[in-house]
């Protein structure tokens, strides 16, 4: 904070207080900003703006620093530099109040158009945001502030949106409004706010979830016969004119899935219906929900009265262990993490990661629910205000309530900073120096080291006290009855508490552990082992349990424990960390493919003993340098194939425990998966050539490179995909055989080298399969050699290649081979695929393509989301097509289907289309990752093993399952429309 007030000429101030000096990261891109701003002062009449932006002072300093940093809020100021001006003539706090009374406003105008209505709050809007964002930077407001200023504006919006529907429906005859003075006064349309608007606890670019109801019998309502219909168009238009994207950008991203069954309701559901749905089908997930919904717009007493109503439902008179067990089983939030390594700054999710907001909102909620029945104080919305009751009434130490709510409201204020950037709906911190820097400088601080150890020593002291929370509540589960394994016949009391834990056949399970105490494997024939695995299986009996696989769990973990050659240091591990033992239960009920990993090579599992594993991100560098250390000391050919398949494992295990517990999303999988594709496939090739050469000899000039087509050429790769290639070779032009004992011609000698390459890579071993190749992308598929010269190539592209051999050309990029060959296989791909091409053309055989697919290979259900129209081949076939008719406008050329997404012109597609094939393609990626990590075959609706099921709705932020799939059929069905129209007929 300065000492001086900055004042300007009227010997006013903006804030109220002294600006907080923040630093650029590149002091003359914040000179340039500011110059450019001073334009647009100048040009919008913006003469006392222009003057201070013209004087060396702090608030100019304050504003470069701001615009340098934040591309968005630049943005915002260049477009409206009025937003500023208006500044010296009210403070911030009166200039937001002003801008919430025309906001106001608007939704009272006489006869608005709905056009300009959706223009008008769009202005508004952005002239908001941007001030509150300068109230926050600037350290005029806290979070605390900020995020009620926030809630405020997106309810002035919502309001105004409905008072403007509520007038349009009564003009026009379909409403008979009491008072059109006061539209929302009897109208019966109700509006909940869910989540954070619920709470005003908003966050910078965050959604709002509402819940719409009806009231049939309100005196608004005409014909109570058709008030659904009615009030479901009216709730269509709403979020239209909140989040449809416009030249003027958007108002609030609206999301209506909180509502009853959502898969099957109307957007708008009547009262009775709902309040049927809540007393009768409720999901406890839904009870922790329904704590911080609020009535915002519309029917207000309505609203109310509704709430009324529910609050038996949301809180039962007595203590319900048994639902709090479910609810923390459906959040999945129920890791008491107790310092399992170092948490990574750089990409971690500061909502839902380690020590994050969730872990706070989540503790309070669920004590909430466990005593709010019984003290109404414990009711309230507002999560710090809850810290502070739970405080006052005991439930928690002075020092942990202290403790959670300042980090709260620190990493509330990280979570804002983040967000304004780029307005982009992320929690995820950047995951590059530069990025955090830039994070670090809006907050204030100097340098981005010292706000990674601040942001670390925050997450680290939530993390604590959240375990030592959770440790001091009231205990859960039922505790684990009698539980006798010893002599060789069934205990009854302890066949009936196993069929309490959920094992099917409690006999079976009896003889299983029998068999570990008797000492029958390496792993348990020392008496200290057999005496930690006695003391753990309690809590590893529990943990199958909670899979719902639970027979099934234990013998798979059986068939682990027969392999190990040791168990005490397992063993400990297991026993002290809760955590790690519900990973592994997981593994062993939900990830078949996993644990058959960890079956064939238990070493594997040496990995998850690394302190470090869930803080260092699995990147290119950190593969590569694992790599060569496992490789090194190999000798022969046989041995580096075998260490490769090891490596390949053990890595592909590990980034998959980073997925599963989240330490990393699914483009950080994808990109893993890849890379170690890339290295492992490149030293076979490597150790491949070198034992050709001894017998063949090599050829003069001799040249190769291997182009990664399909999910690896787009760093999309699975944990059980495929792995297509295209082999490329060139030599002298004199060549005529290799040099080797054994000469061979050029074209014989790179065919026979390819061959080698695959057996190498794919042949089964005593250790496995590297990768499964496929070379059917080649020139002439399985027409054509296995290996191409470069020039055949060439010619076989430009000349003889279909559309979808360019449509997947897209996708290629050279993993490994000769560098110049690499290079000149890269700039041939291109030119290829920047060469002049009929649009009309293109789009109608991508059309033909997908026709052709969905008849030969029509999706087996929703789930099936590579094939399901409007799943992941029609986002490929979008991006393809904008690769190859040049409207990707990135400066590189991108391989990666999203990257492709987000680059796509606005000829091609508007801000709102490209935002929507994004967030499609994310789902996408996040759920096929988890899946092809998890299952060896497809996903069946009908047999999702629960614990499969909590990971996917993790790691898509989404409470219950059917809310999952209804998203997954409204997302495809998007998708769907925007492919018939970008790839339509006529469109050039």
Known sequence: MTDAVLKDEDGTTWFGSPVRELHPLDAEHAQEEIESLLEAAHERDCPRLASLLSADNRLRAFLAAVFDLSPYLRDC??????????????????????????????????????????????????QAHLLIALGQLSGEADAAKTA????????????????????????????????????????????????KLGARELNYSSDIDLIVLINPDAPAVKEPIEATELFVRLTRRLVRILQDRTEDGYVFRTDLRLRPDPGSTPLALPVE????????????????????????????????????????????????????????????????????????????????????????????????????GRFPELRERETVKMLRELQDRGWITAEAGEALIAQYWFLRDVENVIQMVADEQTHLLPDDEEGLERIARLLGYTSGMIFAEAFRQALHMVESHYAALFETAPQLS???????????????????????????RPSDICRVIRGWHFGRYRVTQSAEARERLTELTPALLEAFGRTHRADEALLRFDEFLSGLPRGIQLFSLLQSNPRLLDLIATIMGAAPRLAAIITRRPHVFDGLLDPGLLSELPNRAYLAERLEIFLSGANSF???????????????????????????????????FSDLADLTIGAAFDAVQEEFALTHGRVRGGRTAILGMGKLGSHELTAGSDVDLILLYDHAPEAEESDGRKPLAPSHYYARLTQRLIAAVSAPTAEGVLYELDLRLRPSGNKGPVATHIDAFRKYQRNEAWTWEHMALTRARAIAGAETLCAEA???????????????????????????????????NIWDLKLLAGGIIDLEFIAQVAALSGKCLADSRPTNTGKILAELSSD????????????????????TQVIRLCLTGPLEPGDVPPGLANILLRSVDLPEFGILEAHIKETS????????????EGRA
């Open 77 to 126: 100021a260049r477009r409206q530099p009025a937003a500023l001006e208006a500044l010296f003539d009210a403070r911030l706090d009166a200039r937001l109040n002003a801008l919430s009374e025309e906001i106001a406003a608007v939704g009272l105008g006489a006869e608005e158009s709905e056009a300009g209505v959706m223009k008008m709050l769009r202005r508004l809007k952005l």
């Open 148 to 195: 009620l200023r926030l809630s405020l504006l997106a309810e002035a919006c919502v309001n105004a949106a409905v008072n403007f529907l509520l007038r349009d429906a009564d003009r026009q005859g379909k409403l008979r409004l009491p008072n059109p003075a006061e539209p929302s006064r009897d109208s019966g349309w109700i509006l909940l706010a869910m989540g």
């Open 273 to 372: 219906a709902a309040l049927h749905y809540y007393e009768s089908r409720g999901q406890n997930w839904e009870r922790a929900a329904m704590i911080k919904a609020r009535a915002i717009a519309g029917d207000g007493k309505a609203g109310e009265r509704f709430l009324t109503e529910l609050q038996p439902y949301v809180w039962r008179k007595y203590l319900d262990y048994a639902a709090i067990a479910d609810i923390h089983s459906i959040k999945r939030q129920i890791h008491a993490h107790k310092g399992h390594g170092e948490i990574a700054v750089l990409g971690h999710n500061v909502k839902l990661g380690r020590g994050g907001i969730r872990e706070i909102e989540f503790f309070v909620q669920t004590q909430q629910l466990i005593a709010g």
């Open 478 to 504: 039922r505790g684990v009855g009698n539980l006798v394994f010893t002599g060789d016949v069934d205990d009854p009391d302890t066949l009936h508490t196993l069929s309490e834990l959920g094992f099917e």
């Open 638 to 672: 046989e041995e580096r194939l075998d260490r490769l398949r090891i490596f390949a494992a053990e890595q592909k295990f590990l980034i998959g425990i980073r997925l599963l517990t989240g330490s990393i999303d699914e483009t950080r999988a994808g990109k893993a």
């Open 826 to 860: 890269e700039q041939e791909v291109q030119a290829i695929v920047s060469l002049p091409r009929d649009a009309v053309k293109l789009k109608r055989d991508a059309r033909e393509m997908r026709a052709l697919l969905e008849e030969e290979k029509p999706a087996r």
């Open 908 to 927: 091609f597609a508007d801000d709102q289309v490209r935002a929507e094939l994004l967030e499609a393609y994310r789902l996408y990626m996040t759920l």
């Open 973 to 984: 069905a998007r998708v769907r429309r925007h492919f018939d129209r970008l790839l339509g």
